[in-house]
């Protein structure tokens, strides 16, 4: 019966891939094929092979960084009550008061080496930064158009060369975040929230797509070595003809991966972006990133510091690998270059739980039990057994872990943080593990069960 369900599965993958191709065969001259076909002709091959370092990660830093820093959520003296990126949007600044910012833009702080460094003691394997948001400032030399932080700045430099330097030296994967329909500065760009509000931002979108984003994504995937991610957003109006002035940028780096945020119905990609949430039961079948902030805002503001404490984000963490999701934690950096200290002592602590506990996250797949009222569970399963890694966010008093239906025989079970053994009873309610009184974490403990054979979702 499984090998029939197998076989059947395979046939159903098998004709889909080839309807797509005959898809993307009959495509007319001129008549761009819907996006999710193009994309799963020209890349859907290759998605398990490119997925494969993403898989393993799971943890990873978001950087929201621009011209947006020097306001830091101010107006005119009035505070935001949105996000300090959307500044301009949301008060609808003229194009040429909100350009003159950049002249105040020197982030003459801004240290590559030490944002990799607090990436990296975090335990985070990747990076995505802003490379241009929707106010259409570039964060790198751009050669397309000179509102960018080397030609329009004080500052003179491109943070992203030395950032891609940093992280190849450290062993550190380096994304880049583009908005490639919503711009607020050139002309033709779109603009979210009843359009355009300055003559200056008037043209034709196909133009701005042609003139200013496409050259803008080929110098990012030329320029800057290896890019293992390209995070797209707010695909505002971008239909089937302009998402495919894209795609055959893409192959020119054969091992990035992309986002779902490229047309305008999300259908492309290799993993999708819940936002600010995490999935009640994941996604499963398809792989997913959930992007968070620490505070309220992506972008610096100056009076945001309602801060998410430690455990809340190392919690979401293991609540988002339980399910089979990555976590890629937010920075917001101040127009000065530097990472809030907020920030980095949060990264500090969660860096000290992952050293210990980075195993139990890093490589792992979604739990198969079910859930479970004193944590979460991660897993990795072998040709004969299954590493279950329980992570134990309350610790029971009664120095009884109970995991509910699991009947599987017992190979072995330890603390990771100290190896100690322990011992495991079967119960009619599942199997019992015996805990000493004290938790090992007060944020999350984790206990290694390896058990014979694979684990069946209950």
């Known amino acids: 019966m499984i090998r029939l369900r197998v076989a059947a599965w395979l046939a159903l993958v098998s004709t889909f891939t080839g309807l797509t191709a005959v898809a993307a065969d009959n495509a007319s001259p001129g008549e761009a094929m819907a996006p999710e076909a193009a994309w799963q002709h020209e890349f859907g ?25 020097v306001p830091a959520g101010v107006w005119k003296g009035e505070q935001s009550k949105h996000i300090g990126e959307w500044l301009m949007l949301d008060y609808k600044i ?16 801004f240290d590559a080496h030490e944002w990799v460094r607090v990436a990296k003691e975090a335990g985070m394997k990747y990076i995505v930064i802003t490379a241009k948001h929707h106010d259409g400032f570039a964060m790198f030399h751009s050669k397309a158009s000179p509102y960018n932080i080397y030609d329009a700045t004080p500052f003179k430099r491109d943070p992203l060369q030395e950032l891609a330097a940093a992280c190849r030296k450290d062993g550190i994967k380096l994304g880049f975040y583009y908005s490639e329909a919503q711009d607020w500065h ?9 359009g355009h509000w300055d003559p200056a931002q008037d043209g034709g979108m196909d133009d701005y797509i042609d003139k200013i984003a496409v050259p803008q994504v080929k110098e990012l995937l030329s320029n800057y070595g ?10 505002v109006g971008m239909n089937p003809e302009r998402v495919a002035k894209f795609l055959p940028l893409l192959k020119r780096q054969p091992n990035l991966i992309t986002n779902n945020r490229l047309d305008s119905k999300k259908t492309t990609g290799d993993f999708v972006t819940p936002e600010q949430r995490i999935p009640e039961t994941g996604i499963p079948g398809k792989d997913w990133e959930t992007c968070m902030t620490m505070n309220h805002t992506w972008g610096y503001k100056s009076f945001d ?32 270059g530097l990472i809030p200290e907020p920030s980095i002592e949060r990264l500090k602590e969660i860096g000290k ?11 792992t797949t979604a739990s198969p039990l079910p859930r479970l009222p004193w944590g979460r569970c991660t897993a990795r399963a072998n040709a004969n057994s299954t590493t279950l890694y329980l992570h134990v966010f309350d610790w029971p008093g009664d120095g009884k872990l109970v995991v509910p239906g699991l009947n599987n025989d017992v190979l072995s079970a330890s603390l990771l943080a100290s190896g100690k053994r322990l011992v495991t009873t079967a119960t009619g309610e599942g199997l019992s593990i015996a805990l000493p009184p004290a938790a090992p974490d007060i944020i999350s403990s984790t206990v290694v069960l390896r058990v014979k054979a694979s684990v069946a979702p209950k």
């Open 186 to 194: 050139h002309p033709g760009g779109a603009a979210a929230k009843g």
């Open 353 to 363: 739980w992952m050293k210990v506990n980075g195993e139990a996250i890093y490589g």
């Open 226 to 235: 290896p890019v293992g991610v390209l995070w797209w957003d707010t695909p």
């Open 45 to 69: 091959s290759s998605h398990e092979t490119r997925m494969k370092w993403w898989r393993e990660a799971r943890f990873g830093m978001f950087i929201h960084w621009g011209v947006y820093s």
């Open 94 to 109: 003229p194009v040429a008061e909100y350009g003159a910012l950049a002249q105040k833009f020197n982030p003459v702080k």
């Open 305 to 336: 510091h309602d801060w998410k404490p430690a455990s809340t984000i190392l919690h979401n963490l293991i609540d988002i690998a339980s399910k089979g999701g990555n976590y890629l934690v937010n920075v917001g950096p101040t127009s000065e």
